[in-house]
């Protein structure tokens, strides 16, 4: 059991191993969450829900089991892979890139190559797009190669991660292939719509990062998303099957076939935007990697300019947040910085690096608008709920500690406060952070709230069913699972909500 | 007394108003902090502690007065001269500054001015550098003018506050000129280290945020820094002489050199940076506002760069933090966004705009070094205590009913948990983390922190003395008082202190 409560709170998540494992125990879905926490039996009561019909189009069984005959297989970027492609349009050798990325411990800016450190010039203009923008795009800083040594991450080290990544994947695919199973292998780059269409279900192969991008292209409820952890020596991946299945992944497909195995349809948040000078053109963060055509990117801005102008009513953006959407000013660009300074300069000068204030005004559940300031919002969903969300909204042993011992002063008790007690009162109220993937609710956190006679800091966070923002910001994003940002400046207005239509259906198999 | 109190805590402040008002109550300052609340008498108490010659020295009197006989004063600039700048750059005239900024209650954007549009282009060229390099640098993002119509300050209502704060500034001038002190004004660009040193004391005419750049420069402990707020009615001015003053100087002049007053001596942390590819040159991020010279740039980076090849031993940085120092990943650059990404596929994706994680180690008063991960570390003085740091570690009046409530159950209380016990105890939570700026210590406060496995989050935050950080950060900063960065990337150590000799010397004067 305790396998499927870990796998329900599973999330792209900042809070792993041991603290993790803490926090799967009994409850950690909160009560409501119980009742879908049946294992199997939960899975088949949803196909049961006279589902079968629809179910057969992606290759359900009606006995609950489910055989796809296409499959798309996403498969990460590894970190070795990115390194090459930085230095193919530094236009350096794969031999460069030995001598440059490691095995050396020392940093290259401390050896003698003076030669190579300006031959990566080009790279900073391929990179970021101009010659020295800023103090951290000099030479050095672009230059990172040479700090992989200091992280012990060598060429060879990184070469072996890319390895057993390659090696993973291609147990996957054989796997499929052996069933009979049509399968195409893309990358983040590839992976568009019409695969997306192709294929009966989706495999992301890689962490948590992968399956978030794997789930954002896919908006039909029906389609199954299955994240495989093609590196579970190095990472957690709290939204993949468990590990074991990485290696014997021929072992998880019977199980889908046997049908043992239960449905766990995730619950996302899907975003309308509207309002004036509103951009419902997505940008893809990752992307934006390489930045490598400066051309697509002015195209892009022109289509993003004109859909502006056009820009009217409502408008559904074409993303579902699995883990959460956030809203807060930007620091990503030096326009941004110049523009929050100018407006703090006003706004009793907060300097932006202190976590640069964010203004609006919000509704929960149809409720009234508020105004607010802050450093950004949070609303996730259950499976978020154990992801960023938590390191909003947790409290510290410490802080407990002294709050209890405040208490115990003010109310005069005879409190016995020792640190047994005080562990489970912390464990208890984290805990009820956290909620299940399944529960259609939105846990909405306001960051480092910031009370004064405007702003009001009544609720920092509460569970609700819909939550408007009217964005006050002058250089703001609402970013959508850290993977994609809109823009969400003075005169938009974003609604969020939970609707069942945009579950995103995976399957829980046990360890 | 109350006024001390609220002068004592004062800094550039997050919390304002209100809540300020409540949280400075009896015992704001924190125990440790009583002992130099004493109003008047503090300050002859420091006067006579052997410093009579040095203080005549900068104007001071043996009987505590003071009366400089020059005084550098460093006005603000303006919101309405920030924008001038900015058109004046775009080649646009101050009628299409009229235009653009208002008073239209419409954006442009949505106005059929396509020409101004393009006009602006190049503006997006000299502020950022380049030519659309991503989607918020669109014509349209770059473009905040008719933005300002939304947010009600229009043409007219920045010229409103630009001629309230001129006023304001003329009547400072002109009260010191009447007692025949020799004055300089100065704006940012013109404030130099020859400049302070030149003057007796130094005024900052305009907010805290003004506050912050005078002192900034004044790392002489006998140089008064005096802030006089030109905006009353729009800013807070915790740094700042009480309000009256703005429309009477000379009687605040009448009391210096009565000596009706007390010195606050608010302590400041210094900063060494050591290591391998440290960068010593500060970069003055309020400098960037308007990024005007790539040639400048350039040569600072290229200086810069020089220096981090010569970087040795510790090295003491050449700015002192009056409120705090935040470290933390920076998004203030697509490269970095895009190795932070790199970095993050490598470990568990943790989505950069998700609140960038920050790995670094740290060691406290000279304690074992413990890795952490977190969203960024605050250290803070007694002055900021107050800001930021306030609102990463206080507690919502929601988190301690919870808790209290868990606690209950836990316990088996009998505790009557009602709404005024609730708010009691919060307040004397949050109020535990202000204290005075005369203590030397520092809070020091990890953001967010992620424990898992390999990271450790025991304490979150702590008072300490002296405070080491380790980088093992991509491309992280350290941002002093939000106006000055240093890089801090892996392979760099900082150290930070509270040393007497860094003291800023300011007024404490009664409303």
């Known amino acids: 059991?305790?396998?499927?409560?870990?796998?329900?709170?599973?999330?792209?998540?900042?809070?792993?191993?041991?603290?993790?494992?803490?926090?799967?125990?009994?409850?950690?879905?909160?009560?409501?969450?119980?009742?879908?926490?049946?294992?199997?039996?939960?899975?088949r009561r949803h196909l049961g829900q006279g589902q079968p019909r629809e179910l057969a189009g992606c290759g359900s069984r009606p006995d609950g089991g489910f055989r796809p005959s296409r499959v798309v297989v996403v498969a990460k970027t590894t970190r070795y892979e990115f390194e090459q492609q930085r230095y193919r349009y530094a236009e350096l050798s794969e031999e460069d890139l030995k001598q440059l990325v490691g095995p050396g411990s020392a940093p290259l800016r401390s050896r003698a190559r003076p030669g190579l450190w300006w031959l990566l010039r080009p790279l900073g203009r391929d990179l970021s797009g101009q010659l020295f923008p800023g103090h951290r795009r000099c030479p050095s800083c672009l230059f990172r190669g040479p700090q992989l040594a200091l992280k012990g991450s060598s060429y060879s080290g990184l070469l072996e991660r890319h390895h057993i990544h390659t090696k993973n994947v291609e147990h996957i695919i054989d796997s499929l292939r052996n069933e009979g199973i049509e399968v195409r292998l893309v990358k983040r780059r590839e992976y568009d719509e019409e695969t997306v269409r192709w294929a009966d279900a989706v495999i992301a192969a890689g962490g948590d990062g992968t399956m978030l991008l794997a789930a954002s292209k896919v908006l039909d409820r029906l389609k199954p998303v299955i994240g495989v952890n093609t590196d579970p020596e190095r990472s957690e991946g709290h939204l993949c099957l468990p590990v074991r299945y990485t290696h014997s992944f021929p072992e998880a497909l019977q199980k889908f076939y046997r049908g043992e195995f239960r449905w766990l349809w995730r619950q996302r948040i899907r975003l309308y935007l509207e309002g004036t000078g509103i951009n419902p053109v997505p940008v893809d963060l990752h992307e934006q990697q390489l930045s490598l055509n400066q051309h697509n990117r002015a195209l892009n801005i022109e289509r993003a300019h004109d859909e502006r102008c056009e820009a009217s009513g409502p408008q559904l953006l074409p993303v579902r947040a699995l883990n959460e959407v956030f809203i807060g000013e930007s620091l990503s660009?030096?326009?941004?910085?110049?523009?929050?300074?100018?407006?703090?300069?006003?706004?009793?000068?907060?300097?932006?690096?202190?976590?640069?204030?964010?203004?609006?005004?919000?509704?929960?559940?149809?409720?009234?608008?508020?105004?607010?300031?802050?450093?950004?919002?949070?609303?996730?969903?259950?499976?978020?709920?154990?992801?960023?969300?938590?390191?909003?909204?947790?409290?510290?042993?410490?802080?407990?500690?002294?709050?209890?011992?405040?208490?115990k002063r003010q109310g005069n008790l005879s409190l016995p406060l020792n640190r047994e007690l005080v562990e489970k009162v912390t464990n208890e109220y984290n805990e009820s952070l956290l909620y299940s993937p399944e529960e259609p609710k939105i846990l909405f956190s306001i960051r480092e709230p910031i009370a004064n006679r405007v702003f009001s800091s009544s609720r920092q966070r509460c569970f609700s069913s819909k939550v408007c923002v009217r964005s006050r910001c002058w250089d703001a994003c609402m970013v959508v699972d850290g993977g994609t940002s809109f823009e969400f400046n003075d005169g938009a207005i974003a609604s969020m909500m939970i609707n069942k239509e945009d579950e995103l259906r995976t399957v829980l198999l046990e360890q």
């Open 333 to 407: 660009s030096r326009m941004s910085y110049s523009w929050a300074v100018a407006v703090d300069n006003l706004r009793r000068s907060i300097p932006t690096l202190k976590g640069l204030a964010s203004y609006y005004e919000i509704s929960v559940d149809d409720g009234p608008w508020e105004k607010q300031k802050s450093s950004g919002l949070n609303l996730c969903t259950g499976t978020g709920s154990k992801a960023w969300s938590f390191n909003i909204n947790r409290v510290a042993t410490q802080a407990v500690e002294d709050v209890l011992n405040i208490a």
């Open 1 to 43: 059991m305790t396998c499927y409560r870990g796998f329900l709170l599973g999330s792209c998540c900042r809070v792993a191993g041991g603290r993790a494992a803490a926090l799967r125990g009994p409850g950690a879905g909160g009560p409501a969450a119980r009742p879908r926490l049946g294992g199997d039996g939960g899975g």
